[in-house]
């Protein structure tokens, strides 16, 4: 019980105290899937963190340097741009009221969402909870190459950074682990072997550093609205059947962000 506490004091940060009622809901609903060690817990908790002041840096620099390659209604630009092996997706656009953040944020945050498939935003395989605002999942590489199957595992937080700015990591980056389907993996050692994303360098040179995907959403309060920036980057490991399916799939969450504003 100590460890639970513990953990449930230190997730303060990832938690939004008016989803009180969420939490029972995702702990009861997925209990087998619960992790109750501390130490694997704050591990992924620092991952998380990671990742999204990540996310948070690489938001707040500036479009100069990238190429646009579609718009959508108004002045809603996607943004590209290729640095070494990653390709690099920006949109930042703006939904009208300020007072439709919890919503937003909640219709981003929706693994627990069995209701809208087709539009979710967090997809996979669960394979974790270690808050009701930190998951791993599990994702099955599909390519004919590797012999038995593989898996890989990925981590989706949702993360707290002020009163008005909120960051979704979605289940994008690899975990230092390949396994076979049926093995039962060790998930603190898979967290503790995985390389720290370095928050205190250039937010660019940060991300060619991963040498693995990332992708989430930085969501803003401001006066006339709520701003949302989606960031992915999709690292090219020569792999041309993984590389394609996740440019693929990039394309479908963008088409889902269009239709945001009609759905909030």
Excluded at 5 to 26: G, I, Q, W
Excluded at 29 to 53: L, P, Q
Excluded at 116 to 145: C, H, P, Q, W
Aim: a neutral charge; aromatic letters at 14%; glycine letters at 4%.
């Amino acid at each position: 019980m100590q460890n639970v506490a513990f953990a449930s004091e230190r997730a303060a940060n990832f938690a939004n105290k008016a989803d009180s009622d969420l939490h029972e809901t995702v702990f009861d609903k997925y209990r087998g899937f619960v992790c109750y060690d501390i130490y694997e817990i704050s591990e992924a908790m620092d991952h998380a963190k990671n990742a999204s002041t990540l996310l948070l840096k690489l938001s707040e620099t500036g479009t100069d340097s990238y190429s646009s390659f579609f718009k959508g209604n108004g002045n809603n630009i996607i943004y590209f741009k290729k640095i070494g092996n990653m390709d690099i997706g920006r949109f930042q656009f703006t939904i009208p009221f300020a007072y439709k953040y919890s919503d937003i944020i909640k219709e981003l945050w929706d693994f627990n969402d069995i209701q809208k498939y087709n539009y979710k935003f967090i997809k996979g395989n669960l394979a974790r909870v270690y808050s009701k605002n930190i998951i791993m999942f599990e994702k099955l590489i599909t390519d004919s190459n590797y012999t038995p199957l593989i898996k890989k595992y990925i981590l989706a937080a949702k993360v707290k950074h002020s009163n008005d700015t909120t960051v979704i990591l979605c289940p994008s980056r690899a975990l230092n682990y390949l396994g076979i389907i049926g093995d039962e993996p060790n998930m603190k050692e898979i967290l503790k072997n995985t390389q720290p994303i370095e928050t205190d360098i250039d937010p660019e040179e940060a991300l060619t550093k991963l040498d693995t995907n990332i992708a989430g959403f930085v969501v803003k309060k401001c006066n006339n609205g709520v701003q949302i920036t989606y960031i992915n980057a999709v690292y090219d490991s020569g792999n041309s059947i993984e590389y394609a399916y996740d440019k693929r799939d990039i394309y479908f969450v963008y088409m889902n962000i269009l239709s945001l504003e009609q759905r909030i």
